[in-house]
């Protein structure tokens, strides 16, 4: 699928970052683990991985990587957030409010459904089949964020109950669930010809 063999790097302080690893290698994209700033020398793309946003922002600490990620994603670097990952890139993060990187335009209460109903796998409502490229869709929700506003400048790719789940900001796209957990899944394959467009 891709011409080139563009090289990612995944955040790899905490969470799930495995299962990205392989849902890339499956699409032919190889990775690398990023833990200090010079993982991130090279790279074509980047996935931030879901997990516990406040751990991952701890261990980010002192290492350079929070400033070295803002910049990337300024200038333009593809990237795939998931959940945690989303929660990370947010204007804004709510319930409880936490510090992020502010790189994408959106509000997001953490763990936004509850405690009844904080993990299930939900056939999502696709609100934009061309832009995903695809007229269904599956969401692995774990203890996910709620996004209550999006600014002007982001797409709205799939809802949930009326609730953005998976948007696109430029080259950001971002999950609220865990598309690395569904075999074959589009929002991958998206991410994977929004890194090829490069060329
Ligand atoms: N609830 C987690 C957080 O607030 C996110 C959960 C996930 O990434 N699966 O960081």
Do not use: W
């Not at 994408?104 to 999502?124: F, K, P, T, W």
């Not at 690395?180 to 899944?185: A, F, I, K, N």
């Amino acid at each position: 699928m891709v011409e080139r063999s563009p090289v990612v790097g995944l955040l790899a302080l905490q969470g799930d970052f495995d299962a990205h690893r392989k849902a890339l290698a499956e699409r032919g994209v190889e990775s690398v683990e990023v833990r200090v700033p010079s993982d991130l020398d090279g790279v074509a793309g980047l996935v931030l991985p879901g997990g516990e946003s406040t751990t991952i922002l701890k261990l980010m600490e002192g290492t350079g990587l929070d400033s070295r990620l803002v910049d990337l994603v300024r200038a333009g670097l593809p990237v795939l957030a998931t959940c945690a990952g989303v929660i990370l890139l947010a204007r804004e993060v709510r319930h409880p409010a936490q510090r992020s990187l502010a790189v994408l335009d959106i509000l997001v209460e953490r763990n936004g459904y509850g405690r009844q109903i904080d993990s299930a796998v939900v056939d999502l409502e696709v609100a934009d089949p061309a832009g995903l490229g695809s007229a269904t869709l599956e969401g692995v929700f774990i203890r996910a964020p709620r996004v209550t506003e999006v600014g002007e400048g982001v797409r709205v790719l799939a809802k949930r109950g009326g609730d953005p789940v998976l948007l696109q900001q430029e080259k950001v796209l971002a999950a609220t669930f865990h598309p690395e957990l569904t075999d074959g899944s589009p929002v991958v394959d998206l991410f994977v010809r929004i890194l090829s467009a490069l060329g």
